[in-house]
């Protein structure tokens, strides 16, 4: 990014273009199921189990999933087949599209070609990602007429969004039924598709959807389009957040039963709910034990439809909460145990979405994490490899468990780069202080590359990360580049530390060290989350030294300003390029101090990128300490942009630096800053060491 920019005036359009990511507080801590050496840790391709399926492949549904009919046995999915462990689309729709039973394990991210691909699911399948790590992008599954005993499980299936709110031509599902039965969905995070999350449709029926995340989306959930009054299911302990409509819309159901769901519409964010639950034509619903949270018109009915509701909670709710008529007695068709609505916000936030390990049947020795592979680093030779990068290189590709690398203190000279298709990569020094172990490299923007050209701002990087899932810990990222010593060399003199371009990034006690643009927090693409977690660390420079459209944490850190190449102090703490709807920068509980001048650095200015004016950089800054270098008016201007046409803000802030709330210093309230913590940036992430 280049300090000066575009005088041109340009006016921001305030729309929906992209969609806020509302993703679920809680996750346990991610791991990898155990499936022995016959599939092992690290090696590529597809491998097939010799012993006896994991113990959680054995685990049946609840519900109407549970019940016999249509001559299926409850449902068991691919029970009896072969386990097979897939990393690439070929291979996933090798396997779920066969005759025959599989236990298929989803192992890392597998990408749809097209965008929108749903893959055609045959019967006796169950399908289910390897610890937290099996991630289905921008496409999902089909699960067509007499498709039948099918589970899908512990599987993110995300963004295939295209763009368009309220999209009528983009039919892209996270899972469709079209006259499919005896279906399980279960501790799943579907989120942010161009259309529904989950679909029922044309007399589907014996399903059960339990335990997952449905958030980020228009249409959640849509049961029916039929005139038959066939489908039988259960919908139980999901947490449904920041969605607008069908939550679910249950149309022509002949026994829909609904408990311990949680629905939460939060405050301050760009999606409203329009309705919640919604019981339409000839349905019959038992509602139980839900809560509902902020939600407009939580409970409604046609005037055909029957709604007994029992034990649901209402806070902040609005609008038409309806029940009449009579249903059935789910008891009449299966056992269940109801939880106390009250409790729903604590244990679904724990407990909904992909685990660690999923199944209670589960033995030690299938749930346990794969222990992370360890390749050591040396300048010396006493490690494994000479170079942090031929380390990297040594990651298999798809890899889908952790893999540590180890570097012992040094100075690596040297540029790195961690491409997207190896996450899980820790990247950690081994001495005794994050300054024993040093990455360091010179390249700048204008810095001419072997090849021709320059590398330009994101490409000076000394070190690049691509991949999900990296961490960064006990180790200093630096840029040396010298800039006084080439002013009359190389005009563009940004020069990044540290890019990283991918999400669930955490990078923990480590120094990042640099002048303009430090540290650049970027996602893969527009439309892609990328979340990043600082915590306990120092990043250091002048201009723009935290900047990017990533979706950003720097907690209990210190933010060090420094003097410009000339001596003088003027700078400027974060340049974010936030995509509307998206949470940009949040500085908590942090310090931001240095050897500069009192009054001379904003905390922030608007970085429009390319001059996008549909983006809406953001920046919060709240409970940490500012130095007496920040402005009386910390926020300014960029490139014709100003930002006060997008979100600076701070709150409970304290310091010489620190200032009351003015038109030129917007505070949150207390209301807002409830809904600005740590947590509503991590968005279901809790980032854990490994």
Do not use: C
């Not at 309705?275 to 019959?284: D, E, H, L, V």
């Amino acid at each position: 990014m280049s300090e000066p920019r575009s005088k041109a005036q340009h006016r921001r359009r305030r729309s929906r273009t992209a969609l806020a990511v509302g993703v679920p507080l809680a996750l346990t801590a991610a791991g990898a199921f155990a499936y022995g050496p016959d599939l092992g840790v690290l090696g590529g391709g597809v491998r097939q189990a010799s012993a006896a399926a994991p113990a959680w492949s054995a685990a049946t549904a609840d519900g109407f999933a549970s019940v016999n009919s249509l001559g299926q046995n409850g449902t068991y999915g691919g029970r009896g087949g072969k386990t097979v462990t897939v990393k690439t689309l070929a291979e996933l729709e090798k396997y779920a599209t066969a005759t025959e039973p599989y236990v298929i394990v989803v192992a890392g991210t597998i990408t749809m070609n097209p965008v929108g691909k749903e893959i055609k699911v045959k019967s006796d399948k169950t399908i289910v990602g390897q610890g937290t790590s099996g991630h289905i992008v921008g496409g999902g599954f089909f699960l067509g007429q007499g498709v039948h005993n099918v589970i899908i499980r512990n599987l993110t299936i995300r963004d295939a969004y295209q763009g368009i709110w309220n999209d009528k031509d983009h039919d892209f599902d996270a899972i469709q039924m079209d006259g499919a039965h005896h279906v399980w969905i279960d501790h799943n995070d579907l989120r942010h598709m161009a259309d529904g999350l989950i679909d029922v449709r044309k007399d589907s029926t014996n399903v059960t959807v339990s335990w997952n995340r449905l958030s980020d989306n228009n249409k959640t959930f849509g049961i029916g389009w039929t005139e038959n009054v066939k489908t039988d299911i259960t919908i139980h302990h999901n947490w449904i957040r920041e969605t607008e409509q069908r939550n679910p819309s249950t149309d022509n159901a002949a026994h829909a039963h609904l408990y311990n769901n949680f629905l939460e519409d939060a405050p301050g964010t760009a999606i409203k709910s329009s309705y919640g639950n919604y019981a339409r034509g000839g349905t019959k619903m038992v509602l139980e034990n839900s809560l509902f949270q902020g939600v407009r018109n939580p409970v409604i009915k046609d005037s055909g439809a029957a709604i007994v509701q029992r034990g649901n909670l209402f806070s902040g709710t609005s609008g038409r909460n309806e029940s009449g008529g009579s249903a059935f007695d789910p008891k009449a068709y299966y056992p269940y145990t109801l939880d106390k609505a009250d409790a729903l916000p604590a244990l679904l936030k724990s407990q909904a979405g992909p685990r660690g390990s999923i199944g209670t049947t589960a033995t030690a020795a299938s749930t346990k994490a794969a222990a992370a592979t360890t390749l050591t680093v040396a300048q010396d030779g006493s490690g494994q490899y000479r170079t942090v990068q031929a380390a990297v290189n040594a990651v298999p590709a798809n890899n889908p468990s952790r893999v540590v690398i180890a570097v012992k203190p040094g100075t690596y000279r040297e540029l790195v780069k961690v491409p997207s298709n190896k996450p899980h990569v820790t990247i950690q020094g081994t001495g005794g202080s994050r300054k024993d172990t040093t990455i360091v490299y010179n390249n700048a923007s204008g810095t001419p590359k072997p090849g021709g050209g320059t590398y330009g701002t994101g490409g000076s990087a000394t070190v690049a990360v691509e991949a999900d899932d990296f961490q960064a810990r006990n180790l200093t990222i630096s840029n040396d580049f010298d800039e006084k010593a080439n002013q009359n060399v190389i005009k563009d003199q940004q020069a990044v530390a540290l890019r990283t371009a991918a999400d669930k990034v955490f990078l923990d006690g480590i120094i990042v060290s640099g002048d303009q643009d430090t540290l650049l927090l970027d996602t893969a693409s527009k439309d892609r989350l990328g979340r990043v977690y600082v915590a306990n660390s120092y990043v250091i420079g002048n201009v723009d030294f935290i900047f990017g459209r990533a979706t950003a944490v720097v907690d209990r850190s210190v933010i060090t300003l420094k003097k410009r190449w000339n001596g003088t102090s003027a700078g400027y703490v974060t340049a974010p390029s936030t995509a509307a709807n998206r949470k940009g920068f949040l500085i908590a509980n942090s310090t931001v101090n240095g050897d500069v001048s009192a009054g001379t650095f904003y905390l922030g200015r608007p970085w429009h990128a390319g001059g996008d004016a549909s983006l809406d950089p953001q920046t919060t800054v709240r409970n940490t300490n500012l130095s007496a270098a920040i402005k009386s008016t910390p926020w300014t201007d960029m490139s014709g942009f100003s930002w006060k046409d997008d979100r600076f803000a701070e709150y409970g802030n304290r310091g010489p630096g620190a200032g009351p709330a003015g038109i030129n210093r917007p505070h949150l309230t207390d209301a807002q800053a409830a809904n600005q913590e740590v947590a509503d940036w991590l968005q279901g992430w809790t980032p854990s060491a490994s």
